[in-house]
């Protein structure tokens, strides 16, 4: 079946077409201002409707990240915090030296420290850690929930068996 503009569409329902990324903030910081930038952050965060515990697991997931760029990282980092459609991005890029383990794993119980990548890979959707040459690229997303306007604006669920659903089951066989 080919659609109105001439796309293949084999029965299933348009995606919604994706719209541009927002930058919501963009912040150089360094240990000094490291409790003025989460501060800023969970603004930002609850400003676009990530509350609660959904909310206070991201900004401390980014703050872990943002702790381990001043202490292992140079001192001193970049912060931006994006937003496409339902997905929230952050990235916190530092200019240390790149190690060459990046471990995002929990440490023995007995071990002080080391758990910053862990939890940012456990409060979040996702953790991407990418070497560069003179640093470390953090980035973490988070889906945000739709609100009430986006959820009468989707279209419902096919159900199996409905007309228009690519399983449709008949008694014709």
């Known amino acids: 079946m080919i659609d109105e503009a001439?796309?293949?569409?084999?029965?299933y329902p348009a995606l919604a077409p994706v719209t541009g990324v927002v930058l919501?903030?963009?912040?150089?910081?360094?240990?000094?201002t490291v409790t003025t930038l989460r501060h800023a952050l969970h603004a930002e965060v609850t400003a676009?409707?990530?509350t609660g515990d959904a909310g206070y697991d991201f900004v401390l997931a980014v703050h872990e990240l943002v702790t381990n760029a001043v202490r292992h990282g140079g001192g001193r980092g970049?912060?931006?915090l994006r937003r496409q459609d339902d997905v929230l991005t952050c990235e916190i890029t530092d200019q240390g030296?790149?190690?060459?383990?990046l471990p995002v794993r929990l440490p023995a119980v007995d071990t002080a420290g080391g758990r910053g990548l862990w939890l940012a890979h456990q409060l979040t959707e996702?953790?991407?850690?990418?070497?560069?040459?003179d640093g470390v690229t953090a980035t973490v997303t988070t889906c945000l929930e739709p609100t009430v306007s986006d959820q009468a604006a989707a279209p419902s669920p096919l159900r199996r068996g409905e007309p228009?659903?690519?399983?449709?089951t008949t008694s014709d066989g």
């Not at 030296?97 to 383990?101: L, W």
């Not at 996702?126 to 040459?133: E, V, Y």
């Not at 228009?164 to 449709?168: A, D, E, K, L, V």
């Open 6 to 11: 001439g796309a293949f569409n084999p029965g």
């Open 24 to 32: 919501l903030m963009s912040q150089d910081f360094t240990e000094a």
């Open 48 to 50: 676009v409707g990530l």
């Open 78 to 80: 970049h912060l931006e």
């Open 97 to 101: 030296p790149a190690p060459g383990q």
């Open 126 to 133: 996702g953790l991407i850690l990418t070497r560069l040459l």
């Open 164 to 168: 228009n659903h690519p399983r449709r």
